[in-house]
């Protein structure tokens, strides 16, 4: 299923996952049809600035807008982001010049607002062996002028493995599942997650599997 973990997908849908989270005529038209209020302010300039900077850094989008980038199966205003941990004074010292609002901590992760904008930004630093491997098997797409980095599909499965085992029984934990499954049946490889977890999460193989048991009965 899915593809060898030498030859990874391309993040075809990466540039209109970043255009959906702007404001645009084409995403208010979809509005106005849907009835849903219009989103507050233009994430745009932000992405802008913010993929500006992330040139010449170790990163790679990771979470709902990497799978976006790869399936195009949901719109998200989360923009997911992990960085080698050299990089963390770097990214504060922009993100306080953007004036954005820390709002959690979660393990190894920081959230904040972009204010006067929807976009909800996490910033993920590969601290564990898991995200270093990941942070290093990337897939390179482009969002207007900028390149940018995705998470390689196998890698990003083993995320989200992770990411279910601790929101398990949660709307967020059903999602992370759902991401699973969409994956694997299109882009990623079950045997290459397997090694993957095998390698870093021993513990989570069994989880792993039973996901994939459940996926083939549903």
């Known amino acids: 299923m899915g593809q060898d973990l030498s030859r990874p997908s391309r993040p075809d849908h990466l540039e209109i996952t970043f255009?959906?989270?702007?404001?645009?005529?084409?995403?208010?038209?979809?509005?106005?049809?849907a009835e849903r209020p219009s989103r507050e302010g233009d994430a745009g300039p932000f992405l802008e600035r913010f993929a500006a900077f992330l040139q010449g850094k170790r990163f790679a989008l990771i979470g709902g807008v990497a799978v976006r980038a790869y399936l195009r199966d949901r719109p998200t205003m989360d923009l997911d982001v992990m960085i080698d941990e050299a990089h963390w004074d770097a990214i504060r010292r922009f993100l306080h010049e953007e004036r954005a609002e820390s709002n959690a901590t979660v393990e190894n992760t920081y959230c904040y607002n972009i204010p006067g904008t929807e976009l909800l930004l996490d910033v993920r630093l590969a601290r564990s062996l898991l995200d270093r491997e990941a942070l290093a098997h990337f897939v390179a797409g482009?969002?207007?002028?900028?390149?940018?980095?995705?998470?390689?599909?196998?890698?990003?499965?083993?995320?989200?493995?992770?990411?279910?085992?601790?929101r398990k029984g949660t709307r967020k934990g059903r999602r992370d599942r759902d991401d699973i499954l969409d994956l694997l049946a299109d882009r990623a490889s079950a045997d290459a997650v397997r090694q993957i977890l095998l390698t870093h999460r021993p513990d989570l193989v069994e989880l792993f599997d039973q996901v994939r048991r459940e996926g083939d009965t549903a």
């Open 19 to 33: 255009l959906e989270m702007s404001q645009n005529a084409v995403i208010d038209l979809a509005d106005r049809v």
């Open 142 to 166: 482009r969002y207007k002028r900028w390149q940018l980095r995705v998470v390689q599909p196998n890698h990003l499965v083993a995320m989200k493995v992770k990411a279910y085992a601790d």
